[in-house]
């Protein structure tokens, strides 16, 4: 399986290669799923914006889109992270900005193994499966 961090905005937290290989690693075995590629893409609001209106045809701003290029087998996905959403919702929710970020690849990545979060219970599920990742992340690599 190959992953991929691409980071396109000056202002994105710096995350190690191994551990964060070693989480994503983690989350599709705990799901069961297997996957040929997955690329996580640090953005800034502008630039998901556009990706916002050219692909899925929103005009408003979020914090993370996921793209499912598979045909069927392995999970092959793209996942882009608005840094600048992140920065808000970090602010908001009284947690590091690096948190905030791993958080959202963490959502993308259950969107890419089939979690949706269109009703209350099911975003509720999806936020307490997120946190089964990144507390352990955060508690052995000592960052908060």
């Given amino acids: 399986m190959k992953i991929n961090l691409f980071v396109n905005c000056p202002r994105a937290p710096k995350f190690e290669r191994g551990p964060l290989t070693a989480m994503v690693r983690r989350i599709l075995e705990e799901e069961k799923k297997a996957a040929d590629m997955i690329s996580l893409v640090l953005v ?59 958080r959202l690849m963490v959502h993308g990545i259950l969107h890419l193994c089939g979690w ?11 936020r307490k499966r997120e946190n089964t990742f990144i507390e352990p992340f955060f508690d052995r690599h000592g960052r908060r």
């Avoid at 916002?52 to 290029?69: E, G, P």
């Avoid at 949706?116 to 999806?126: E, F, I, V």
């Fill in 44 to 102: 800034d609001d502008v630039y998901l914006l556009e990706v916002n209106k050219k692909f899925l045809n929103h005009n408003y701003r979020t914090d993370v889109i996921s793209f499912d290029l598979a045909d069927g087998g392995a999970i092959e996905g793209e996942i882009y992270i608005s840094v600048d959403r992140a920065r808000i919702q970090a602010r908001r929710y009284k947690v590091s900005l690096e948190k905030e970020v791993l």
């Fill in 116 to 126: 949706d979060d269109a009703t209350r219970s099911q975003k509720l599920r999806m």
